[in-house]
Every structure is written in C-alpha cells, then in structure tokens.
C-alpha cells in the first residue's frame, strides 16, 4: 500500500519521481478515483520543469485546428471558397439557412449604405440651393447701364452712317437692344430681391421710351421690329413680382413711377409697339384704386366719427 512516506523515500534515493497509483487507496477507495486525486494534489509539484504541463486534448486541438483551417481558407482563392460553401449549402440545410440570412443582411446592408449616400447628397444639394437662392434674394443688380447703352444703339452709334447702310445697321441696333432685354430678364427671378425687380422694369421702361422717341431709319426700323418686346416687362412685372412688391412700385414716390409708365404705355400706343403694355398698366391701376378705396374708407370712418361728435354736443 503506498505511502507519502515511502514516496518521499523512494525519491530521496533516487528514485525519480513516484507516478505509480497503487490499486486500492488508503482509505479504501477504488483505483481510478484515487489515482485521479493523487494526479491532481501530487503530480504537478514532483513533475520536472522540462515536461510540459498537462492540457486536455479538447482545449489543446480546437484553437489551432480552427487557426490552421482559416489560414487554409485564406489561401484559397474566392472563386474555389464560393464554390465549396455552395457544396456545403447544398449538403446541410443548416448551412444553406445561414448563407440566406447572411445574404439577406448583406443586401439590406448595402441598401441602407447607398441610401444614406444618395440622401447625403440630396440634403447636401438642397443646402447649396437654399444658400444660393438667400444670397440671391440678397443682392441687387442695377441694370441701369443697359438703359444708356440702348439710348446709345438708338441715336449716336450710326449717326454717321447714310444710305442703305443705315438699313443695315438698325439690324444691328435691333438686336443689341433686344438681347439686353433677354439679359435684364434672365437675371430677374422669382426670388431676386426687390431692388433688382424694380431696376430691371424701370430700366425698361426707359428702353422702351427710348425706342419710341428714336428718330431717323434706326429708329423706325427698330420700331417695326420690335415685336414681343412689352413681354418681357410684363413677365417681370406679373409673374416674377409678387403683390405686395407690385404695391411698393405703383405707390413709389407718391406714385410717380406709375406716372412715368403711363407716359411710356401713351407713347407706345401712338406707335402701335409694345401692346403688352397696356394690360400690364390696367394691372397697376387696379392696385392703385385699391388703395385710393382704402383711403376714402379711412376718411369716411373719420367723418362719421365727426358727426357723431357734433350731434352728442348738440344734445349736451
């Protein structure tokens, strides 16, 4: 029957370390259990340092197993490694269920990833729009220089010229002054600012009178040529002003400007040119009697506010 002390003997002789697990243990238990006892309390301390520790083979084979085959895996090219799993979804219902989820997440995955780029870029663009079009309804062009160019086409450019030339070069003036409108009315938008709508329809107010007022063969070319040109003010004037800016121009310096634009419907009337232009004055004038009726309502209030005064002191 072993003994701690008969090992001790043993090893201090020479002996070697004692590994021999007797059949029955001291108290009686049987071999394996004891045996199992005795290599847990006394086999670690009396093992040499030169031999490895003792690891189950469950835990040493598993990791690098797994380490190994991924390596496998990874030297493999795509095409073979796609194939072999298709094999095994084929094989194993398991492994074809989880290809499918995986895929399925992978594409929601990518939807979600080409969404959020294309709304990144949308919002990104919306904000370049807002910020242009507040800048825009910031700033203020003056077209006037347009207005003295046209005067210019009209009456000192060709002054010189004579004969059938003075034809010719009304073509010319004719299509300087009708592509200055065509500037005036690109740069004029629904969201420019109030200053810029006012210059661009003053300033042709002022082309207009100029054309009307133009003499010789360029002038009177230019007149007949001149058709649609009225279009242009009224499309700034109706479509791109809304009403209360519309009521800031009739009633400018006591309702001057709208003054000055009647003289210019007159002139072209006389001319049989710009016939857009009366509609857009019937348009104007209808705002300014709104706001004369306005007035005469006030002063009707204050009257009667009067009288009701007069006829309580009468009664006093």
């Given at each position: ?275 857009e232009l009366q509609g857009v004055l019937e348009e104007l004038d209808s705002l300014s009697d709104d ?26």
């Open positions: 029957m072993d003994h701690p002390a008969k090992r001790q003997r043993i090893e201090q002789e020479g002996g070697g370390p004692y590994y021999i697990a007797p059949v029955v243990g001291p108290d009686g238990q049987p071999q394996h259990q004891y045996q199992q006892q005795y290599m847990q309390q006394y086999v670690p301390q009396y093992m040499p340092q030169c031999m490895p520790q003792y690891i189950p083979p469950s835990m040493a084979t598993a990791p690098s197993a797994e380490a190994s085959l991924r390596e496998q895996i990874d030297s493999l090219p795509t095409s073979t490694v796609k194939d072999l799993l298709l094999q095994a979804a084929m094989r194993d219902h398991a492994v074809a269920t989880r290809v499918s989820a995986t895929s399925r997440v992978a594409r929601i995955e990518e939807i979600v990833k080409t969404t959020s780029a294309h709304m990144m870029e949308m919002w990104t663009a919306e904000n370049k729009r807002l910020e242009a079009l507040a800048a825009e309804s910031k700033r203020v062009i003056d077209f006037d220089s347009y207005s003295k160019s046209a005067w210019h086409e009209l009456n000192t450019k060709y002054a010189c010229a004579s004969g059938s030339r003075e034809y010719d070069m009304a073509g010319d003036a004719e299509d300087a002054i009708k592509r200055m409108l065509d500037e005036i009315l690109d740069q004029t938008k629904l969201l420019s600012s109030y200053g810029t709508k006012k210059s661009a329809v003053e300033t042709m107010r002022k082309i207009f009178k100029s054309v009307c007022l133009a003499n010789g063969v360029v002038g009177h070319e230019v007149r007949k040529g001149c058709l649609g040109w009225g279009e242009k003010l009224a499309v700034v004037l109706l479509d791109r002003m809304d009403d209360d800016e519309r009521w800031m121009l009739v009633t400018d310096g006591n309702g001057e400007w709208l003054e000055k634009f009647r003289e210019v419907v007159s002139l072209a009337n006389s001319y049989c040119v710009f016939e706001d004369d009726e306005d007035d005469d309502d006030g002063d009707d209030d204050e009257d009667e506010g009067g009288e009701d005064d007069e006829d309580d002191e009468s009664d006093e």
